[in-house]
């Protein structure tokens, strides 16, 4: 043992072993970038994979949804023969469907054809109630005018349930839209493109709101197939109605223009979204009191009034009563004395 450690340091054994590790480091050093392989290969590789797999699965869903499919129901063929598109033709009813997540052929022919259905219903609903149930004791030319009333307010119908139904919508992507651009902000950060952050926002985001998971799937699919990236964020906008997510797919459509980092842009954008948010809750907590001044009015401070004077009228009409049965007891004791003298 002690010769092994005699001659393993030995200059000379040292200066061998010294110098065969610095060989072999060399020929790491040299070597070694040929057996990694190029790894930005491999990754825009798996990129374009993500993205070509995307593309397919958001083609087959919409597939699935029909989307482009024709409406074939009775509806959709009762408006095609009578071209209800043209005759009662509406600029805005696409874009009001879309907000409020009606897409497709399908929904638009019901709506053209309650559009041309309702009147008559309304017209009819009028009639019974009028002429045979309550009059409402109105003259022959107000009965008439009724008619008219609801027929303006069945032909109205459809669009205020469109409406009601699209803010409805409206307000449940604004609840959870700051969270999703927190998620989204991550998502880039970690090194996601901009299509697998929506795609795995819109994962994550189901359960809380699934209108904004079902528009950010949308959004993945029209990156995947539009030709100009800045249409899908254009659609997007245009879908949810909401200034909030104009503004996002403005900075996204600039940084897609300009090449500027969405990163800051998305924080930016999160914090406004958030305060947007509060500033309408305390709005909302603003207006409360003026809200409730009626109905306190009309059932609170009449149980008030009568928890509090209630006991007051039982007593004051108690004391009335014992008043009034006193002079009777005293007429009694004047009248005893003559009564027993007779």
Same mark, same amino acid.
């Given at each position: 043992?002690?010769?092994?450690?005699?001659?393993?340091?030995?200059?000379?054994?040292?200066?061998?072993?010294?110098?065969?590790?610095?060989?072999?480091?060399? !020929?790491?050093?040299?070597?070694?970038?040929?057996?990694?392989?190029?790894?930005?290969?491999?990754?825009?590789?798996?990129?374009?994979?993500?993205?070509?797999?995307?593309?397919?699965?958001?083609?087959?869903?919409?597939?699935?949804? $029909?989307?482009?499919?024709?409406?074939?129901?009775?509806?959709?063929?009762?408006?095609?023969?009578? %071209?209800?598109?043209?005759?009662?033709?509406? @600029?805005?009813?696409?874009?009001?469907?879309?907000?409020?997540?009606?897409?497709?052929?399908?929904?638009?022919?019901? *709506?053209?054809?309650?559009?041309?259905?309702? +009147?008559?219903?309304?017209?009819?609903?009028?009639?019974?109630?009028? *002429? !045979?149930?309550?009059?409402?004791?109105? %003259? +022959?030319?107000?009965? #008439?005018?009724?008619?008219?009333?609801?027929?303006?307010?069945?032909?109205? =119908?459809?669009?205020? #349930?469109?409406?009601?139904?699209?803010?409805?919508?409206?307000?449940?992507?604004?609840?959870? *839209? +700051?969270?999703?651009?927190?998620?989204?902000?991550?998502?880039?950060? =970690?090194?996601?493109?901009?299509?697998?952050? !929506?795609?795995?926002? /819109?994962?994550?985001?189901?359960?809380?709101?699934?209108?904004?998971?079902?528009?950010?799937?949308?959004?993945?699919?029209?990156?995947? #197939?539009? @030709?100009?990236?800045?249409?899908?964020?254009?659609?997007?906008?245009?879908?949810?109605?909401?200034?909030?997510?104009?503004?996002?797919?403005?900075?996204? /459509?600039?940084?897609?223009? #300009? $090449?500027? @980092?969405?990163?800051?842009?998305?924080?930016?954008?999160?914090?406004?979204?958030?305060?947007?948010?509060?500033?309408?809750?305390?709005?909302?907590?603003?207006?409360?009191?003026?809200?409730?001044?009626?109905?306190?009015?009309?059932?609170?401070? +009449?149980?008030?009034?009568?928890?509090?004077?209630?006991?007051?009228?039982?007593?004051?009409?108690?004391?009335?009563?014992?008043? /009034? =049965?006193?002079?009777?007891?005293?007429?009694?004791?004047?009248?005893? @004395?003559?009564?027993?003298?007779?």
């Amino acid at each position: 043992m002690y010769d092994f450690l005699v001659s393993f340091t030995h200059p000379d054994t040292l200066a061998a072993y010294l110098v065969a590790a610095a060989v072999f480091a060399t !020929f790491v050093t040299v070597f070694l970038p040929y057996l990694k392989g190029d790894k930005l290969e491999t990754r825009l590789k798996a990129v374009s994979n993500q993205r070509e797999k995307l593309r397919k699965q958001s083609r087959a869903a919409l597939e699935t949804k $029909g989307l482009r499919r024709e409406d074939k129901s009775m509806m959709g063929a009762v408006s095609s023969k009578l %071209n209800l598109a043209k005759a009662l033709e509406d @600029p805005n009813v696409v874009k009001l469907m879309n907000q409020a997540g009606l897409r497709g052929p399908g929904p638009i022919s019901a *709506f053209y054809f309650a559009r041309m259905a309702m +009147p008559f219903v309304g017209l009819l609903l009028t009639f019974l109630y009028i *002429f !045979f149930v309550n009059d409402l004791g109105l %003259n +022959p030319t107000m009965k #008439y005018g009724s008619l008219a009333f609801g027929m303006a307010a069945g032909f109205y =119908a459809p669009n205020l #349930y469109v409406k009601n139904l699209a803010a409805k919508r409206q307000k449940s992507i604004m609840l959870g *839209f +700051p969270d999703s651009l927190d998620m989204l902000l991550i998502c880039v950060e =970690a090194g996601m493109s901009i299509e697998l952050g !929506f795609n795995k926002v /819109s994962q994550e985001i189901g359960t809380a709101s699934p209108e904004l998971a079902e528009e950010f799937g949308l959004t993945v699919a029209e990156l995947s #197939y539009l @030709p100009d990236r800045r249409m899908a964020y254009d659609n997007l906008a245009a879908r949810t109605g909401h200034e909030g997510v104009k503004a996002v797919c403005m900075a996204l /459509s600039q940084a897609e223009r #300009y $090449g500027t @980092p969405l990163g800051d842009a998305l924080r930016v954008m999160a914090k406004e979204n958030r305060e947007m948010r509060m500033s309408a809750a305390e709005k909302k907590a603003a207006a409360l009191p003026a809200k409730l001044t009626v109905p306190m009015i009309l059932f609170f401070l +009449p149980v008030l009034f009568l928890v509090v004077l209630g006991p007051a009228y039982i007593k004051y009409q108690a004391m009335k009563g014992n008043n /009034s =049965a006193a002079p009777d007891v005293a007429s009694m004791q004047v009248e005893r @004395p003559w009564q027993d003298a007779g």
